[in-house]
């Protein structure tokens, strides 16, 4: 599925270089900072600077590997989201900084707040950019004459943790706003642990606001619960939501299939048993989280494949990497490959870190 560069990124190696990465450009950024501090304040806070950094890299990391949800915890996890945030783009610019010292030295102290404004002017850019939704439009073909339909695409809304109700409604309302026929969820409707800290009636009722002529139907991803638990199928029924979990259904001029995700049910069923079994009387639009599984899709001549997941990195350098992890055709956007389409859009939300630099927030509106 995965070859080369893409395979060595998304492996354990790839995480324990990252790890190491991490750890260096904490001491490098306690560098930086702490001689900001000394050059404006006139204090030495370095090592306070390191420990601060420290403590925030360990929770994050015990905060994921922890199977017990808290809302303290939650919003403690969403206060170093923001400030993981303001660290990173502090990093970039102090980098880009270093190096351009090396050809134009920059001799007075002073120098040293230009990367430090620009790291938090940066910062600002994406958190305001992330929140603001984008409709990215497609026009294709599902068989042999035009349907004359309007699908809507969400992926990756990640409710919970940064994508609160109030912003859940505002991409409702957007969403009603482009009259769909059909609307599809292509997994991540939730954010890692959120689902059980969320006022869940009230995300019903938003998610009942929905508008479409013949359906919403969804599938699940690697940050939602699992789909054994009764109450995740009760939420989708509750919400007015059709959740297919390796099932196909029909409706007047599609089949849609909705699959596990890979990485929460590494032994679901094939594509190949959950197709229909009387193929070709009508296309079929397969939602697959994780676009991984476009390859087998490919294989088993799928009409259209609806992917999220990879968020288009979400921001820099993260798009960077997620573009060779996933290859050109699979990491964003529209691909034919023999008979089968696909399209993987950004994602509607966002996680871990409440910015987009690079990527866009978007709603997927796909006219057939």
Same mark, same amino acid.
């Given at each position: 599925?995965?070859?080369?560069?893409?395979?060595?990124?998304?492996?354990?190696?790839?995480s324990?270089?990252?790890?190491?990465?991490?750890?260096?450009?904490?001491?490098?950024?306690?560098?930086?900072?702490?001689s900001?501090?000394?050059?404006?304040?006139?204090?030495?806070?370095?090592?306070?600077?390191?420990?601060?950094?420290?403590?925030?890299?360990f929770?994050?990391?015990?905060?994921?590997?922890?199977?017990?949800?808290?809302?303290?915890?939650?919003?403690?996890?969403?206060?170093?989201?923001?400030?993981?945030?303001v660290?990173?783009? $502090?990093?970039?610019?102090?980098?880009?900084?270093?190096?351009? @010292?090396?050809?134009?030295? /920059? +001799? &007075?102290? *002073?120098? %040293? #707040?230009?990367?430090?404004?620009?790291?938090?002017?940066?910062?600002?850019?994406?958190?305001?950019?992330?929140?603001?939704?984008?409709?990215?439009?497609?026009?294709?073909?599902?068989?042999?004459?035009?349907?004359?339909?309007?699908?809507?695409?969400?992926?990756?809304?990640?409710?919970?943790?940064?994508?609160?109700e109030?912003?859940?409604?505002?991409?409702?309302?957007?969403?009603?706003?482009?009259?769909?026929?059909?609307?599809?969820?292509?997994?991540?409707?939730?954010?890692?642990?959120?689902?059980?800290?969320?006022?869940?009636?009230?995300?019903?009722?938003?998610?009942?606001?929905?508008?479409?002529?013949?359906?919403?139907?969804?599938? $699940?991803?690697?940050?939602d619960?699992?789909?054994?638990?009764? @109450?995740?199928?009760e939420? /989708? +029924? &509750?919400? *007015?939501i %059709? #959740?297919?979990?390796?099932?196909?259904?029909?409706?007047?001029?599609?089949?849609?299939?909705?699959?596990?995700?890979?990485?929460?049910?590494?032994?679901?069923?094939?594509?190949?048993?959950?197709?229909?079994?009387?193929?070709?009387?009508?296309?079929?639009?397969?939602?697959?989280?994780?676009?991984g599984?476009?390859?087998?899709?490919?294989?088993?001549?799928?009409?259209?494949?609806?992917?999220?997941?990879?968020?288009?990195?979400?921001?820099?350098?993260?798009?960077?990497?997620t573009?060779?992890?996933?290859?050109?055709?699979d990491?964003?956007?529209?691909?034919?490959?023999?008979?089968?389409q696909?399209?993987?859009?950004?994602?509607?939300?966002?996680?871990?870190?409440?910015?987009?630099?690079?990527?866009?927030?978007?709603?997927v509106?796909? +006219?057939?």
């Amino acid at each position: 599925m995965y070859h080369g560069f893409g395979k060595f990124i998304r492996g354990k190696g790839f995480s324990i270089l990252f790890y190491l990465v991490s750890v260096l450009l904490m001491f490098y950024l306690t560098v930086k900072i702490g001689s900001v501090a000394e050059y404006v304040f006139s204090v030495d806070i370095y090592s306070a600077v390191f420990v601060v950094l420290a403590v925030l890299m360990f929770y994050m990391l015990c905060y994921f590997s922890s199977k017990k949800a808290e809302k303290r915890a939650k919003n403690l996890y969403e206060v170093c989201g923001v400030v993981l945030c303001v660290l990173l783009n $502090l990093t970039m610019c102090f980098l880009v900084f270093d190096f351009l @010292n090396i050809f134009v030295p /920059f +001799e &007075k102290a *002073g120098w %040293c #707040l230009i990367p430090t404004a620009a790291g938090v002017l940066l910062s600002a850019y994406g958190f305001f950019h992330a929140r603001h939704l984008t409709v990215k439009k497609y026009q294709i073909q599902l068989g042999e004459k035009k349907l004359n339909k309007r699908l809507v695409l969400l992926s990756d809304i990640h409710t919970g943790s940064f994508v609160n109700e109030k912003h859940l409604e505002k991409i409702i309302e957007k969403v009603n706003e482009l009259n769909a026929d059909l609307i599809f969820i292509a997994g991540d409707t939730f954010d890692v642990k959120a689902f059980e800290c969320c006022n869940l009636p009230k995300l019903e009722e938003i998610f009942r606001r929905l508008r479409s002529k013949e359906g919403v139907y969804a599938s $699940l991803g690697n940050h939602d619960p699992l789909s054994s638990e009764k @109450n995740v199928r009760e939420f /989708f +029924e &509750k919400s *007015g939501i %059709c #959740l297919l979990t390796d099932k196909c259904a029909e409706t007047q001029d599609f089949y849609i299939i909705g699959r596990e995700d890979v990485t929460s049910c590494p032994d679901r069923k094939s594509l190949a048993e959950i197709l229909p079994k009387k193929r070709g009387r009508k296309p079929e639009i397969l939602l697959e989280h994780n676009p991984g599984g476009i390859e087998e899709a490919i294989e088993n001549k799928v009409t259209l494949v609806l992917c999220g997941h990879t968020h288009k990195g979400q921001f820099f350098p993260a798009t960077f990497f997620t573009r060779l992890a996933y290859g050109k055709k699979d990491f964003y956007g529209y691909a034919k490959r023999e008979e089968t389409q696909s399209i993987v859009s950004a994602g509607t939300g966002y996680f871990q870190m409440p910015m987009r630099i690079g990527s866009n927030s978007e709603i997927v509106l796909i +006219e057939v």
